[in-house]
């Protein structure tokens, strides 16, 4: 929703859909810039803003283009009506900043879309059973409209400037290949992974309540892609349904500590007490001495870093170690669970391309690797190539 | 509330009051240019945007001001919360653009200023009974400040970038006084006349529930203007309190109507009907033939004129005329009543200025001439000198 052309460009094509008798909750984001401008007024009157406030002031993008996302609607005929989240009582907890859904009031959203065919919906906020306004964090808008989606059940539709989701990124991988379907499994792994078409949260829901999901480009009629529970039976199954890369990883190690449980019960316990997420956790044990490697995201470095000494200060020995330039590069699929011999494919793959592998993890339906930052796009390349993912291009 | 600066210096101002015990409601207005950029988005995606939808627009400009200023002041230590239409259970009526407070929830906003000292409200917007979001119109946010001094039974100040009352507009009389009091009754007559300090609609409330009104400069520290319901006793009562203009007026004439009463009803209704305001409403008989005048504002006149002449169509024979180019002169003064002769000086000096009369009106505490649009500056200076309202100055 980036301008006003776009928002009337957005009704002319819900227009016709409400005339056909379709009936439609339209979940809005904030326009363009709007957010960035709203943090920077926020930035010139306090350089801590009150998480409370700093939720009040940014609900107010998601307003604004519902607003007249409503008005263009009514220009066209369309007696829509906006709903911010106090008039839809969409309840979520208190977590300023990212709060998640709790509940939301359908009764009163299917007895106006029923007489007016639509409701623009305000995305992204909330109201906490106090009366307070929240907002639900990166993606929020996606995640606003797949609870609606489930509560009222039916489908869900996102657009947005990502035609749906590829077999890999297009910007690494030229002949990447836009999917038709995907589960919602694979989305997860690929979310989590660093593909950014669907926030993690709302899949989840959509996981949760058998939402069917659907996500395709705002600006052209190209055809999308469909997040399911599990693909048509009709569909032959790939093995890798994706390949990702993920930069924005950095490689924390810690050599030489006592090699007991409870030293590292402390040094995950206390590193979840600061909100950080850590991942490709690997540990090897030696002479009752432990070497323990995990990632961070690359802004949680510091604070793992001081959590770490922290924690260690008791003992002796340790050295903290950080690889600033790694990047993770994963397939995902759910064909892997039947299929024997991917990993090996894998790993040949990244051997043919001559990447060195520092790490590796896999889950049921996900391997990953953690190689240099700067083999991140090679990598990809040749994996997308031995699991055929890409087509041939001039590229 | 222009900017972030003025922002953070407003919480400057209130901050050594929180600290001495002060508890307040600060109603804030949009900043700057908020709302006339939103009426621009609005614009752009519709050619009569719904009032509804207007509404729901309009009033994020308060939200995001009141955000920032609590934001502003909890950076400086104290702990403020900012409340919407929504939080405050502001209820008003259910006419969007223009609505007029009904009621507000004075409990939950107490016992907040209790605890924090401050709640920052938004002003200008309301809640209907349905959920629906409103607006106050023009000088809203002063209409919200006194509903809520007038349930809190507290005292109201209004900080704008008008320093106060004065006995005539400074732009027009350079040596125009400010006044210490003005009665509600001389307010409400000047507001009406064109004098731009405070809306009609917040010294009405005012006035009906003997709020403490009090309006002053945002920028300085100089003494404003007490709005009281009696000047104090110690107070010489000045004949005449203020001299105004209002120059957005064109008078309308009806020339050679039948004389009878229905006629008169038939046409004012119309005009009522359409929403229009009319005043200085003058008749003339002769041979069984009326003949009428009245002032609209500019904007009004076009269909006002179309009004008319659709009442008329039935009768033979009348003429309308418009004269484009009219101001009203007006002098108030809670003293005329008991004053004889104000009128005789009224004239007096727009004789002396030479200042052609093509109107004239009166009620209990005020006397209005219509003049010629290019003269009314000089009528107004004349009045000024006459009722001794500005002081010498070199200009």
């Known amino acids: 929703m980036a301008t006003p052309e776009r928002i009337r460009s957005i009704a002319e094509k819900i227009v016709p859909l409400v005339r056909q008798g379709e009936r439609m909750a339209v979940v809005v984001s904030a326009m363009g810039k709007t957010t960035n401008s709203l943090l920077d007024l926020a930035g010139n009157v306090a350089r801590n803003p009150v998480p409370r406030e700093l939720d009040m002031l940014l609900s107010t993008g998601e307003q604004v283009t519902a607003a007249l996302l409503a008005m263009a609607l009514n220009e066209a005929g369309v007696p829509a009506v906006s709903y911010n989240a106090f008039q839809l009582g969409m309840v979520t907890t208190p977590s300023f900043g990212n709060a998640r859904v709790v509940d939301l009031n359908v ?13 623009v919906v305000t995305g992204f906020q909330g109201v906490t059973e106090d009366g307070d306004l929240t907002t639900l964090g990166r993606g929020g808008s996606d995640t606003s409209a797949v609870a609606i989606a489930a509560k009222c059940r039916c489908r869900c539709e996102i657009y947005s400037d990502v035609a749906g989701v590829y077999t890999c990124d297009p910007h690494v991988v030229p002949g990447a290949r836009k999917l038709e379907y995907i589960t919602c499994d694979e989305m997860l792994e690929l979310a989590a992974q660093g593909a950014k078409v669907l926030h993690s949260r709302a899949v989840e829901i959509a996981k949760k309540h058998s939402v069917e999901l659907y996500c395709a480009s705002t600006f052209s009629a190209e055809r999308g892609t469909y997040v399911v529970g599990t693909l048509p039976e009709w569909l032959e199954q790939p093995v890798v349904t994706g390949v990702t890369s993920d930069t924005n990883q950095m490689k924390v190690t810690v050599n030489c500590i006592p090699g007991d449980t409870a030293v590292f019960a402390a040094v995950f316990g206390a590193l979840a007490d600061k909100g950080i997420n850590i ?42 170690g950080v690889d600033e330039s790694v990047a993770k590069v994963s397939a995902v699929g759910v064909g892997m669970k039947s299929a024997p011999g991917v990993a090996a494919r894998f790993f040949v793959a990244l051997d043919k391309a001559g990447v060195r ?36 291009t001039d590229d």
Chains 1, 2 share one sequence.
Do not use: C, Q
Request: hydrophobic share 40%.
């Open 107 to 119: 009764g009163k959203l299917a007895k106006e879309l029923e007489k007016r065919g639509v409701v």
């Open 279 to 320: 991942d490709m956790i690997s540990t090897v044990s030696e002479n009752g001495h432990s070497h323990l490697t995990f990632t961070v995201v690359d802004s949680s470095v510091r604070v793992a870093r001081e959590t770490l000494e922290g924690v260690l200060s008791r003992y002796a020995g340790w050295i903290v």
């Open 357 to 392: 592998m520092v790490g590796t993890t896999t889950s049921e339906i996900k391997i990953s690797a953690l190689v240099p930052r700067d083999e991140a796009k090679r990598a990809v390349e040749f994996l997308a190539k031995e699991f055929g993912l890409a087509d041939e």
